[in-house]
């Protein structure tokens, strides 16, 4: 008798796609909420920042105060994260 039987390797993971499903969910509720507040703060704003005069929805500039943050946060835990591995 073949020592190799076709067994299953038991050392291999089966990976499980319950992350991808809640990551996606989150993606989709976050989105719908984006699309929301888009749709219920359309009034006009007026700022100024260093003598510049903008115009704009005041959802633009939330939705932009918030890509501004996530991008200045995602900067700084790369560049701690970096450190910490040298």
């Not at 499903?21 to 984006?34: D, E, G, K």
């Not at 959802?59 to 501004?68: D, E, K, P, T």
């Amino acid at each position: 008798m073949n020592a190799d039987t076709s067994a299953p390797d038991t050392t291999t993971r089966r990976r499980s796609s319950v992350g991808l499903v809640v990551t996606t969910a989150i993606v989709v509720i976050v989105a719908v909420a984006l699309v929301i507040l888009i749709g219920q703060n359309t009034e006009q704003v007026d700022m100024g920042f260093l003598g510049w005069e903008f115009a704009f929805p005041l959802s633009v500039g939330l939705v932009a105060a918030a890509v501004g943050g996530a991008i200045v946060a995602f900067a700084l835990s790369g560049i701690i994260a970096f450190r910490r591995r040298r």
